[in-house]
């Protein structure tokens, strides 16, 4: 399982450009080159890395008809969370707060200094996937791992719904969730846009002057829909699950937008104001398309006087951490230490 055929061996062979050279404007054209699949990670990892890069990754749907074919397709290809709830002995009930579809994930055995806690968790998906039991998939590795009870909010997606839809929806749960536990005892965390509505909803949750989370977790968020950030150009098709800006993600993220200015803090979070904000743990890898924004959610946290803790996984694409792997086992127990440090009991 350590040695990957030779026709695996590489993600992919980059379109050919010329050979290095400074432009007048200071960019750089990189030659072609093959990027290896490396020793250094998991057998798990180096198959997801393996992973072919498909055909048409640039040719995201133009219309509404387009995209309600897509999210119809994967509203039916979502990861079934059935078998972590088995693995982990986690029962779920499926919940309504304040409107808002959601699933409360209960380990079997809950030891004493989490009794009282609850972390909210909030799916990733670019926005359009990740709905229905799909949305428990990422709160049941927390939910098993570190013995935490775990609300998963089901908000609503496009193409039907767009901003600030999901972003409402996540507030909503919030304030539902305050008459479940106390806000010191409580939690928030997602994945890629499951990150950025993490890092938002404590912007709004500052706005409105709601009580704020104790800790959040928000991993490889899309923290700025603007395309910004170094890592949209240097992880550009080495990043075999976003691929590169053309692809389907960013138009998801788009969408969602609605033509609202992707700029704004609630849209883009890395341009929000973070002073204030509870103790945050990041997580990425060095082939994350998305290494950047969180790089800069970070750096963004660190001025503020906010603690922050940033983590990056040795040749990790977008959210390889949330696959099964001892590297997302990794990952995830340093979620629920970090949660345990910052929770009240």
């Known amino acids: 399982m350590h040695h990957i055929s030779a026709i695996t061996a590489c993600i992919a062979t980059c379109l050919a450009v010329a050979p290095a050279v400074a432009q007048t404007d200071g960019s750089r054209d990189v030659p072609a080159r093959t990027l290896p699949i490396p020793s250094t990670v998991s057998p798990e990892i180096q198959r997801a890395l393996a992973t072919p890069i498909p055909e048409n990754w640039d040719s995201p749907p133009q219309t509404p008809e387009e995209w309600n074919a897509v999210a119809a397709a994967l509203g039916e290809s979502q990861r079934d969370p059935q078998p972590l709830l088995d693995r982990f002995d986690l029962t779920f009930e499926r919940l309504v707060v304040n409107g808002v579809p959601a699933y409360l994930l209960t380990p079997a055995d809950i030891p004493p200094e989490n009794q009282d806690r609850l972390l909210m968790h909030i799916h990733g998906g670019c926005y ?49 969730a305050l008459e479940m536990a106390d806000s010191s005892r409580m939690g928030i965390f997602g994945a890629s846009a499951g990150g950025a509505l993490t890092l938002s909803t404590v912007l709004r949750l500052k706005q409105d002057g ?12 899309m923290a700025d829909l603007t395309r910004s950030g170094d890592t949209y150009y240097t992880n550009r098709l080495v990043d075999n699950v976003l691929i590169g800006t053309e692809g389907r993600c960013q138009a998801m993220g788009e969408l969602y937008a609605g033509g609202h200015d992707l700029s704004d803090p609630m849209l883009s979070p890395v341009n929000g104001d973070m002073s204030g904000f509870p103790p945050t743990l990041l ?34 694409a977008h959210g390889h951490y949330i696959r099964d792997s001892p590297e997302s086992r990794e990952a995830f127990e340093e979620m629920a230490a970090f949660f345990k440090k910052h929770l009240a009991q």
């Open 210 to 221: 709601l009580p704020l989370p104790a800790a959040i977790a928000p991993g490889t968020p």
């Open 128 to 176: 359009v996937m990740g709905g229905g039991p799909g949305a428990m998939f990422e709160g049941a590795l927390l939910a098993g791992q570190g013995h935490f009870r775990v609300l998963s909010v089901d908000y609503r997606r496009p193409p039907e719904f767009r901003y600030p839809a999901a972003l409402d929806d996540t507030v909503a749960v919030w304030r539902g």
């Open 283 to 316: 997580t990425t890898g060095t082939r994350d398309l998305l290494l950047s924004d969180t790089v800069r959610v970070h750096r963004k946290l660190r001025r503020a006087g906010v603690e922050a803790d940033l983590h990056v996984y040795e040749a990790q």
